[in-house]
Nanobody, 123 residues
């Protein structure tokens, strides 16, 4: 049974930082690509960042480049999203997802999803 549990969301002011964590169960974490997605009310779910199994390949949504950093610790079965210089438009529910189909930036390639954590950025 694969489970993903996100934590670290909250209410912050513009310019603040947050670090999201996603703890994964299952033996194949270290061979899986991982992604962070977000969904704001009334909008589609978009990929924010992705990281390959080793951490050597990363992808970022253009609007978060230079502000967000995705990383992983395979020994702890955990992936992180460090979010700096947060903006009100970053407000959304953030989801962690896992792909066993190789490198992926499309949501449909991610088979497992967490329950989401709310990030709210006030202006």
């Amino acid at each position: 049974q694969v489970q993903l549990v996100e934590s670290g969301g909250g209410l912050v002011q513009a310019g603040d930082s947050l670090r999201l964590s996603c703890a994964a169960s299952g033996r194949t974490f270290s061979s899986s690509a991982m992604g962070w997605f977000r969904q704001a009310p009334g909008k589609e779910r978009d990929i924010v960042a992705a990281i390959n199994w080793s951490g050597g390949v990363q992808y970022y949504l253009t609007s978060v480049k230079g502000r967000f950093t995705i990383s992983r610790d395979n020994a702890k079965n955990t992936v992180y999203l460090q979010m700096n210089e947060l903006k009100p438009e970053d407000t959304a529910v953030y989801y962690c997802a896992r792909s066993t189909l190789g490198w992926a930036t499309d949501a449909w390639r991610y088979e497992y999803w967490g329950q989401g954590t709310q990030v709210t950025v006030s202006s």
